[in-house]
């Protein structure tokens, strides 16, 4: 998930897709765009032939995308110093690039030449959980060579093994957060513990949730007793749509979106909210306090990015060597003093203490066992109840 | 093909131009562009919007099952949104239309030195983004923004009442956005009108509205009609104002057929609201233009 920005992720991906589709949109809703990309083929099916030839050791460079403000940045160099570090101490020229927006339109943009088993311009993508879960299961990711990553032995444990990808074989965690309850402290004197809280009839028309189902969703269901870890039913889930349904239908819900909930609590348009840890923690940081973050009493909700290698990279062996710096401690530390989000690197804890001592005991960036007992990651799904409920959730948030 | 034997007959009267084959030729690049790049993706439209899930297919995996249904489907799941955006975008051309008027004919007849300068006013905001312009309206109609603060102080809003995130707000936004739209052909109609006729309507003891209502008005009727036309036809398509300006219960068509594309990968329901969006506002038009019965509009 990106952080701060002066505009939003939602809004940025707009600024793009409007480059290339306004004239379509404006004209026919969307028509002309929509063909055009289904002419370039509607994705899917597993690649055929994945023989690539990994040519690291000739070509020494490494192309990387990944969201927006999500490592390290030197506002005065207008670089990025683990980077750049990096580069000079491995002879490698990487190519970083801020493109991931959003999981799907990302996935809707490469999914074409994925599938024909053509270069998509990346040998790193970093991507949310479900998301690398659909790419692995489809055979869009390469095996990482655990040999090439000494450093992956730093993982946390919690995240070391995973049910997408079981052993940790495609893909290695980049960051991870929390998604819980966010507001403004000065109108919410007594915080958002509960979603009864968060629906309190003094916040109507001030709430805005997230456009991710399974934040929402999951912080919802665990309100109403079931655990979005492990197999639900159908009506379990469906019983939480109807519960977002009506929160909409009786004015409480303002908006349902992505990062730019932000902008909204600053501006005072949105006082309570469902969104990430790191975003809260970073907007109380430059806001004097105002803000503050918990995980819901009845359970919040965790979730990763992860970095995999593209089933097309030929890049292999360089993006390996790039993944094992960010599992140094080290420079995993430098990362996470910037990020705020989670922090996957066992040690880190202990190196940023050097950097800031206050960092190294917050909560948001190296939780404890009783945060971590209190969130769910939410299970996985088959691709038809990926349809169906995505389905039922956008149905329900208005589209 | 009317079309066609009609350049082909000009151009025969044409001296000079002997070969019969050069209107054609002249055709090719306008005809393979649209080809390539309307007529083409319009076939795979409608070949996406028949097709279904294979049984334990991926995500985004569909095969051609011709399954018209898919439309009744489609459309039963976005009917709000259907109809709210021929409402909204309605009301979005009509009020263009009312501010638009005055300020052609302003421009047209009574801006002496100022007029290159006005128009290039109207024309202004073409040169930021569009999505700029409609994220300043966030800005402008916002809680802390000066038109809340002014209409609060007058107590006209409530304390805690708001603005944007409301339909209110997406049918100003494409009110504002499309604007241009309406002026430009307004413009150019009034400005091409004839003042001897309205002399003439003066000199036949005509005051200043029956000289607009039987004079001025009918004969910027194509101004109206393309304004309209241009104002309507995005409007009814455009998602962008309800992404930024709306709530969850002001989205529009764009917004569902973006979300069924990007976020459902369902491609065979986006295609099929696609062609039933092209399809309505192809019948609106039509009606529309008939009934305006402008037949010099091109």
């Not at chain 1, 105002?290 to 993006?319: C, Q, V, Y």
Request: glycine share 8%; hydrophobic share 45%.
């Amino acid at each position: 998930m990106p952080k701060n920005s002066p505009l939003s992720a939602e809004t940025r991906a707009l600024i793009k897709a409007q480059m290339s589709r306004r004239g379509f949109i404006a004209g026919v809703g969307g028509a002309g765009a929509v063909g055009l990309l289904a002419a370039c083929g509607t994705g899917g099916s597993k690649t055929e032939a994945s023989a690539v030839v990994d040519v690291s050791d000739t070509e020494k460079i490494a192309r990387w995308a990944n969201w927006t403000l999500y490592l390290d940045f030197d506002e005065k160099t207008k670089s990025y110093p683990t980077l750049e570090a990096f580069k000079k101490s491995s002879g490698l020229d990487i190519t970083y690039k801020e493109d991931v927006d959003d999981n799907n339109t990302f996935y809707g943009k490469v999914s074409g030449q994925l599938k024909l088993g053509k270069d998509i311009g990346y040998d790193i993508v970093t991507l949310t959980d479900w998301m690398a879960a659909r790419w692995i299961r489809l055979g869009y990711t390469q095996k990482i060579d655990a040999d090439g990553i000494p450093n992956k032995v730093n993982i946390l444990p919690a995240l070391s093994d995973v049910s997408f990808d079981p052993g940790r074989t495609n893909s290695l965690t980049w960051q991870t957060g929390f998604a819980g309850f966010g507001w403004n402290k000065e109108k919410l004197p007594g915080g958002v513990h509960s979603l009864d809280d968060l629906f309190a009839p003094a916040n109507k028309g001030r709430i805005e949730v997230l456009s991710e189902m399974r934040d929402t969703m999951g912080i919802i269901m665990q309100y109403q007793g079931v655990d979005p870890s492990v197999t639900f039913t159908e009506a379990q889930f469906m019983n939480a749509i109807d519960f977002l349904k009506a929160r909409i239908e009786d004015g409480f819900i303002r908006q349902v979106k992505g990062n730019s909930y932000k902008e909204d609590l600053i501006s005072g348009d949105a006082i309570a909210v469902i969104g990430w840890s790191g975003d809260v923690f970073q907007l109380a940081l430059e806001n004097d306090g105002k803000f503050d973050f918990a995980i819901p009493e009845s359970g919040g909700t965790l979730w990763s990015d992860n970095m995999m290698i593209p089933s097309t990279s030929t890049h292999r062996k360089n993006a390996e060597a790039v993944m094992n710096n960010y599992y140094d401690p080290a420079v995993a530390a430098q990362v996470a003093a910037y990020v705020n989000y989670i922090c996957p690197v066992e040690g880190a804890q202990a190196e940023m203490e050097k950097i800031d001592p206050t960092l190294a005991s917050s909560p948001y960036i190296f939780p404890d066992a009783a945060a971590l007992s209190k969130v769910k990651v939410f299970a996985t799904l088959t691709p038809e109840e990926e349809t169906k409920y995505q389905t039922a959730f956008q149905t329900a948030t208005g589209n | 093909m009317a079309f066609i034997a009609a350049v082909s007959k000009r151009s025969s009267n044409v001296r000079g131009i002997k070969r019969p084959s050069t209107p054609y030729l002249l055709l090719i690049p306008g005809l393979s562009w649209l080809a390539m790049f309307f007529i083409f993706p319009l076939i795979t439209l409608a070949g996406t919007s028949t097709q279904t899930t294979p049984a334990g297919g991926d995500t985004g995996t569909y095969v051609q099952t011709f399954r018209f249904a898919n439309y009744i489907d489609a459309f039963s799941g976005a009917r709000e949104q259907f109809l709210r955006s021929i409402v909204y975008a309605l009301i979005a051309t009509l009020l263009a239309l009312a501010i638009s008027y005055p300020l052609a004919y302003a421009i047209a007849f009574k801006s002496g030195k100022w007029k290159n300068l006005l128009l290039v006013l109207v024309v202004a905001p073409f040169f930021t983004s569009f999505l700029l312009r409609t994220i300043a309206w966030k800005q402008i109609l916002g809680n802390e923004g000066p038109v809340v603060t002014v209409l609060r102080t007058l107590h006209i809003l409530g304390p805690e009442t708001g603005l944007t995130a409301s339909a209110f707000a997406v049918v100003t936004g494409m009110t504002y956005n499309f604007l241009p739209f309406m002026t430009l052909p307004l413009y150019a109609s009034l400005e091409r009108i004839d003042p001897r006729t309205l002399e003439a309507a003066s000199d036949l003891y005509a005051n200043g509205i029956t000289t607009f209502r039987k004079v001025t008005f009918p004969l910027s009727l194509p101004g109206v009609v393309a304004g309209t036309l241009l104002t309507f036809i995005p409007a009814a398509g455009d998602y962008i104002n309800a992404t930024l300006l709306g709530n969850p219960k002001t989205k529009m068509i764009g917004n569902v057929i973006e979300s069924r594309f990007f976020e459902i990968v369902d491609y065979p329901t986006a295609a099929a609201l696609s062609f039933m969006l092209m399809a309505a506002i192809l019948i609106l038009v039509m009606v529309y233009v008939r009934r305006a019965g402008t037949d010099e509009l091109v």
